[in-house]
């Protein structure tokens, strides 16, 4: 990254996106919102430094967390000229974990005499939801009511909300400001503060200022004090810590990165790792117990994510299977067992998403628990079923103790999922929520080639090759580990009907390849769409038709040179900076190069993984959530999307796909 990107720091759903010289200014419209959150909420919206009234310049921009060659401090200076040199140099280390950010300001005397110093901090905390701060739409907010309230040592936000709801931040000091003013106002109601500092370093001595930023959302248990277990340890104490902890799981065997002989692919599943360490958030699992699972992705989706966690899981699989686990169990705990159309809500259902933040809590969004996922389901006994067969004994257990679950997820696919009444898994768009509820989920996604949209329910080509998958993977489970023959040839044949059907319907002849979805008239979306290489991945297409889908996208108007575009150039729909209509999804061409390995299509799984590993060297080895489509031929240098996530867990976890892919 260079010197004029934001920082990340994060650890266990709790994250800071800091500015280079570590500060938060709160900017509203931005892609990447600063500040400090944690459960969805913003919990320290400005956080700036001045040095005697003005901004201090960066000499040394704040490090990354997760680069170990990197410096230990943001390194600023006052302003200074050649001839009045600045009088001291501050050295500001920060960290994030469990809640909280601490952060720890050394002052360097650089004269030979005794200089006093007054740092200021502006602080604030607007206690923003996500949701809100990713649309221009604002949510109406009665009875909220946000103050600051002085405390000896610092300061405390707090934000009530009707008789229950009230989150905190808890700003502590040592020493404590000589000063807590009001600040400029940039709210309303205008809590924002300035805590001031007359620091006295001695001749070419050094003075430094501790502080601790606990974020405290609603339900959150009371601030430890600022002399507690993290209070005591710096910021150099937590990253050393957090560093070996992400060390530990990314050398942990089975190792990827010492399974290939390729550099490329060896960095790609370090960094992927590294990423995944700090994207796990904890949530309960069906007995309460606390379970560690991959979170969807930063800023905007660090939490539990049905179809995210669960292909993040699939791919780290063969060497970090705890993963899968953990979210098999997460997933359980969040299942559905009534109906609620406000919720998208079905008994057997699993889990989309699961938010904590203010909007949710209140029934502003639906995203509190949401189910409008159609896919998340089948993914879950796909996971189910891979996990009982890789891992032996141990998977056979947990198969067994999720029999129930399974079973009901089976049923919900046939009772309510569609395929009973229609044939196929099936969504009916979600106006309060989704537009589209598979991985394609933005407005207008789905489509035809000319753009235009489905009518009624839409039944979507990938989503019902995973039906497939779990059809025919439980089906193993009810023989193997539940001593049901009878219920496995049931699944089973419903499986063999599934693909038959599928081989009718979902083929465009004239075209060779498979339409993106079917409406509910039963008009073929003929969009030739990416969504086609998950075919390959479940295997519900014949080698025939499979050889010649994977040979397919890797045409020039599907395969850009660093991946599989999500619509092929050419057609009326595509778009290259489309977040779904022409982009290039890691994600989705992990899925199309393990589909390609199946069907035995080697060297343009080995063609796709170069494109992809290509573009993950050009991003420090770290491929973001998604990529602009534009041709490598055209640009020496991959496009990026302008509202990526990174990092993001499933794109983390690609490189570990591609190096099952390659060992196939």
């Not at 209509?581 to 190069?593: E, K, M, T, V, Y």
Request: some cysteine; charged content about 20%; overall charge negative.
């Amino acid at each position: 990254m260079t010197g004029t990107e934001h920082r990340l720091l994060v650890h266990d759903g709790t994250f800071a996106v800091l500015a280079p010289s570590g500060n938060i200014a709160g900017t509203p419209g931005t892609t990447t919102p600063d500040g400090l959150f944690r459960r969805d909420t913003r919990h320290l919206s400005r956080w700036q430094l001045t040095l005697d009234g003005s901004a201090p310049t960066v000499l040394v921009p704040a490090p990354e967390p997760d680069r170990d060659d990197g410096p230990a401090a943001a390194v600023l200076t006052p302003r200074g000229t050649r001839e009045a040199p600045p009088g001291c140099t501050l050295f500001r280390e920060q960290a994030v974990a469990d809640g909280v950010l601490t952060e720890r300001i050394r002052v360097v005397s650089n004269q030979g005499s005794a200089a006093p110093v007054r740092l200021s901090l502006t602080v604030d905390a607007d206690f923003a939801d996500q949701m809100e701060l990713r649309s221009s739409h604002e949510y109406p907010r009665p009875d909220a009511v946000r103050s600051a309230v002085s405390r000896p040592d610092g300061i405390e936000f707090h934000y009530r909300r009707g008789p229950d709801w009230h989150a905190r931040t808890v700003i502590t000091a040592d020493p404590a400001p000589v000063e807590t003013v009001a600040a400029e106002m940039t709210e309303t109601d205008g809590t924002a503060r300035r805590l001031s500092w007359l620091l006295e370093p001695s001749p070419h001595g050094a003075v430094e200022l501790r502080l601790r930023v606990a974020a405290l959302p609603h339900g959150a248990p009371e601030a430890g004090s600022p002399t507690g277990a993290d209070g005591a340890r710096g910021p150099a104490s937590i990253r050393s810590e957090l560093a070996a902890a992400r060390h530990t799981f990314v050398t942990a065997e089975p190792c990827p990165s010492r399974r290939t002989a390729r550099p490329e692919l060896a960095r790609a599943c370090e960094q992927g790792l590294a990423d995944l360490a700090g994207l796990c958030v904890t949530v309960p699992g069906p007995d309460g117990v606390p379970l560690r699972v991959p979170g969807a992705g930063v800023p905007w989706f660090l939490a539990l994510f049905g179809r995210d966690s669960l292909l993040t899981s699939f791919f780290a699989l063969p060497f970090r299977p705890e993963l899968a686990e953990a979210t098999l169990l997460a997933l359980a705990a969040t299942q559905a067992e009534t109906t609620d159309p406000k919720r998208v809500a079905e008994p057997g259902k699993i889990v989309h998403e699961v938010r904590h933040g203010e909007l949710a809590a209140f029934g502003q969004v639906p995203y509190g628990r949401y189910y409008g996922s159609v896919d998340s389901t089948p993914l879950f006994l796909v996971l189910l079923g891979a996990y009982a067969e890789q891992q032996g004994a141990e998977g056979q257990k947990l198969a067994r103790r999720l029999e129930p679950q399974a079973r009901a997820a089976v049923q919900w696919m046939f009772a309510h999922g569609g395929l009973e009444d229609l044939g196929y898994l099936a969504y009916r768009p979600d106006r309060g929520g989704l537009a589209n509820q598979n991985w394609k989920d933005s407005p207008g996604a789905i489509c035809a080639a000319d753009g235009t949209l489905p009518t009624g329910a839409v039944m979507v080509a990938e989503v019902q090759g995973y039906a497939y998958d779990a059809l025919c993977r439980t089906a193993e489970l009810a023989r193997t580990a539940w001593d049901d023959p009878g219920y496995a040839g049931r699944l089973e044949r419903a499986a063999a009907g599934l693909r038959e059907r599928f081989g009718a319907d979902f083929w465009l002849p004239d075209r060779g390849f498979p339409p993106l979805a079917l409406d509910e008239t039963g008009r073929r979306l003929d969009a030739l769409a990416s969504d086609a290489g998950h075919l390959l991945w479940s295997g519900i297409l014949g080698q025939r038709r499979g050889e010649t889908v994977g040979r397919r996208l890797l045409e020039p108007d599907f395969f850009s040179g660093w991946g599989v575009r999500t619509l092929a150039a050419g057609q009326t729909a595509y778009h290259p900076l489309s977040y779904h209509r022409g982009s290039i999804w890691p994600q989705d061409n992990a899925l199309i190069a393990l589909g390609l390995a199946r069907y035995s299509l080697r060297a343009e799984a080995a063609r796709l993984a170069e494109g992809l590993l290509a573009a993950a060297a050009r991003c420090d080895h770290r491929l973001p959530e998604v990529l602009a489509g534009y041709d490598r031929e055209d640009f020496s240098e991959p496009v990026p999307y302008p509202h990526a996530c990174s990092p993001q867990a499933w794109a983390a976890a690609t490189p570990l796909a591609l190096l099952t892919a390659l060992s196939r």
